[in-house]
């Protein structure tokens, strides 16, 4: 087995160690804790709500609105030990307002999940609930607010979404939602912006309306799977010179260079009351994908009048976000390593050397076990805190924010603005204790994607010089 804990490993102590960071391992030779110290940052706290949320307009027995997902991972849930499993609950709560700020619906609900055993409770899988929410067309924000009754605690998400009604004279087609399966499961939707590589079937799901008898027809179909090129590099120290606005690492992503996968076509007909049109997608290895859908009235007079949906999906490596590979651990260390050990490891032969250098790199920094295991947890337990909140078209850890939030951790005030994020970690304090990340809109994007590239500048040079130097002398915690 890849990873095993400290009380297991016959070489390697370092490795050992890591190995127990990243393995949700002991605390000691028969706990169970998450890190092998309780002040590390946890990947998902317990009684603190996550979620995602999706929101598609549809009609359902000719009658207009929405369709409200919420997807809810399991480890951001207390669950408590019943006769079953384990049991924990949320309250959600979904606000709709029209454009004149007005709020027109309030659903609430109170929801109980099970989990057959311990790891399913603790899992990064999800949850997922669906809400029916009759509107009248027109434009709507919509508003998700779920709580732990446990912990009191509250996370919100907002999405914007058109409601459209029966058209006898014009052709609907709905936002694209998608659906996996994994093994014998039933398929379930994809409701956050990137999921783990590994299911077994994946499809597209679009709703298509005809225009009724005034404009009988078919409609041609085509569904088209592209692979987008996007940023997969790892953030440059804050006195780095500043990323330079036509790069890729400042765009995020190249939506007009993409390979095309697959593409399908189809004829329909598809009646007033709607056609629900799903497309198979094969495999998908990790990386940033794109399903475009095109319908266009099959008549001569329909020239380009043709409706366009979209949807992008980042596919992660199985255990993403955590961090559960001597590669992946490696490759985060390039903020506190210096270049010459980066290369070092990178070099290594085979994978016993690059175990070897690995050790060798944390013996040397720290002859202390007990020290270099509270390191490593704080570290590791950072990158994949990372992970979570930062994660965009390529890993939170290797963002911007993510460099800073792993060496610095959660700062003390975020002043949130329309084109930025300043990022202050205390009051009075110099300039090299703000950051400020600009918010770059990637152009041809369906949302899901903003990138925030930090404002670099020389006078950070010493401060983050000496930062690093704590983190490598075990100072940093």
């Known amino acids: 087995m890849l990873m095993r804990s400290l009380c297991e490993a016959k070489g390697g102590l370092w490795l050992g160690v890591a190995w127990l960071v990243v393995a949700g391992g002991a605390t000691g030779c028969t706990g169970a804790g998450r890190f092998v110290t309780a002040e590390a940052e946890m990947a998902y706290r317990p009684g603190f709500p996550d979620f995602d949320l999706e929101v598609i307009a549809s009609l359902e027995d000719d009658r207009p609105g929405i369709e409200v997902y919420l997807g809810v991972p399991y480890a951001s849930l207390v669950f408590a030990a019943a006769d079953t499993g384990y049991v924990a609950a949320f309250e ?6 029209d454009e004149g700020e007005r709020m027109v619906v309030r659903e609430a609900t109170t929801d109980t999940v099970r989990a057959a055993t311990r790891a399913q409770a603790g899992s990064f899988r999800r949850v997922h609930r669906r809400l029916r929410i009759p509107l009248d067309p027109g434009d709507y924000e919509v508003e998700a607010r779920l ?17 459209f009604g029966p058209d006898p004279a014009a052709l609907v087609l709905s936002d694209v939602l998608l659906l996996a399966r994994w093994g014998a499961l039933p398929f379930e939707p994809l409701v956050a912006p990137h999921t783990p590589a590994g299911f077994d079937s994946l499809r597209a799901r679009v709703l298509l309306y005809g225009p009724g008898e005034e404009a009988p027809g ?16 790892v953030a440059a120290p804050p006195y780095a010179l500043p ?14 260079e993409a390979d095309t996968l697959q593409v399908t076509r189809r004829r329909v007909q598809p009646p007033a009351s709607g056609l629900e049109v799903l497309f198979s997608l094969p495999p998908l290895e990790p990386g940033l994908y794109r399903v475009e859908v095109e319908a266009r009235p099959d008549t001569p007079a329909a020239g380009r009048n043709a409706l366009r949906r979209v949807r992008d999906l980042v596919v992660r490596p199985p255990d993403f976000p955590r961090i559960t590979t001597l590669e992946a651990m490696v490759a985060a260390l390039t903020y506190i390593a210096y270049p010459d ?11 016993a050397e690059r175990r070897r250098r690995f050790d060798a790199f944390w013996g040397r920094l720290m ?9 490593l947890a704080r570290y590791y337990g950072r990158v994949e805190e990372a992970n979570l909140r930062y994660t965009t078209f390529k890993e939170g850890w290797k963002t911007d924010r993510g460099m800073v939030f792993i060496l610095l951790g959660p700062p003390a005030y975020v002043d949130r603005r329309f084109d930025a994020e300043v990022w202050y970690y205390g ?15 990637v152009y041809g994007s369906d949302g899901r994607f903003v990138n925030y ?15 690093v130097r704590r983190w490598r002398r075990g100072e940093a915690l």
């Not at 590239?453 to 930062?467: E, G, K, M, T």
């Open 92 to 97: 959600a709560v979904v606000r709709v307002w």
């Open 147 to 163: 709580a732990d009754p446990a912990t009191g605690e509250v996370a919100t998400r907002r999405r914007h979404v058109t409601v």
């Open 218 to 233: 078919a409609v041609a179909l085509a569904m088209r799977l592209l692979r987008l090129r996007a940023d997969t590099s």
């Open 243 to 256: 990323v330079m606005r036509g790069a890729l690492a400042y765009q995020g992503v190249r939506y007009d």
């Open 341 to 351: 050990e980066m290369e070092a490891l990178a070099g290594a032969g085979d994978p």
């Open 367 to 375: 002859p202390d076990r007990r020290r270099a295991a509270d390191v």
């Open 427 to 441: 009051y009075g304090l110099p300039d090299e204790h703000t950051y400020t990340f600009e918010r770059v809109r």
């Open 453 to 467: 590239v930090l404002l670099r500048d020389p006078s950070y040079h010493q401060a983050w010089i000496d930062l």
